[in-house]
């Protein structure tokens, strides 16, 4: 069986995507599928025998259904859309990061982007809180010091509750230093948590929790002012974020007390 030119089948699939999402969800007969979409039944039989050359769809007892690699393209379509819709609500975030943006669009599915606004400036940061507060092994790459944060993991630290194992840069380092000189030195000294200094520019700010698999990403804007948060809860973003985060750890400086 001759494979189609792919990008000819996606582009029939496009332009009948709600054609295909009405097959998806039982809708059968050529009538009900006109009525569905306020067409003729002559644009259905045009658009189901372009959908037919791609073997996207076949004739049934009733009129028209799908075929297995129908199916399939018809989830891909519908996980598109969900993660087409996070890109748009994560734009203001994406211009904040520049040129090119390396969150992959996967990690969008599902996600939660969260802004501040002006009834509730703080709310990204306590959605990351939240999670801290059930999170017992905490990794990141920072770049920004939440005094909120920094005070809540030391007293966690201290109790022995927490393990965090952080990539904090130089910027971030001489902060602690000077602004938190106790709380920073005791922390240090403790085994629940290892710290390191990296020396690259780094783009947003990571927090994740592998065996939780949840991933609070932070992005700034130019002079340094939070745009939002990227939340999500799924292993495969805990895995990517692992990944990055054992790129910095492993070229970076360990700190000691």
């Not at 306020?38 to 009733?62: A, D, F, N």
């Not at 994406?94 to 703080?122: C, M, Q």
Request: hydrophobic share 35%.
């Amino acid at each position: 069986m001759d494979r189609p030119e792919i990008a000819d089948a996606l582009r029939c699939l496009v332009d009948n995507a709600e054609l295909v999402e009405a097959i998806h969800r039982g809708t059968e007969r050529k009538r009900d599928l006109a009525e569905a979409l306020g067409v003729s039944t002559q644009t259905i039989y045009r658009r189901t025998r372009q959908l037919r050359e791609y073997r996207l769809v076949e004739k049934s007892s009733k009129g028209y259904r799908l075929t297995p690699i129908g199916e399939l393209h018809a989830r891909m379509i519908s996980d598109a859309q969900d993660v087409s819709e996070r890109i748009y609500a994560g734009e203001r975030l994406f211009s904040d990061l520049g040129g090119g943006v390396s969150i992959p669009h996967w990690l969008l599915k599902d996600a939660e982007i969260i802004y501040p606004t002006r009834n509730k400036p703080h709310e990204p940061l306590e959605r990351i809180r939240e999670k801290l507060a059930e999170t017992t092994n905490l990794r990141g790459v920072v770049s920004t010091v939440i005094p909120e944060h920094i005070t809540y993991s030391a007293e966690r630290l201290a109790e022995g509750s927490l393990r965090a194992e952080i990539v904090f840069t130089p910027a971030c380092i001489d902060e602690l230093e000077t602004e938190f000189p106790t709380v920073f030195a005791r922390s240090l000294g403790r085994d629940s948590l290892t710290l390191w200094e990296t020396a690259r520019s780094v783009e947003f700010d990571l927090l994740f929790c592998a065996e939780q698999g949840w991933v609070g990403i932070r992005v700034y804007d130019g002079v340094g002012r939070l745009s939002g948060v990227v939340y999500t809860e799924s292993e495969p973003a805990a895995e990517w974020t692992g990944g990055i985060y054992r790129t910095y750890r492993n070229t970076a400086r360990p700190l000691s007390a």
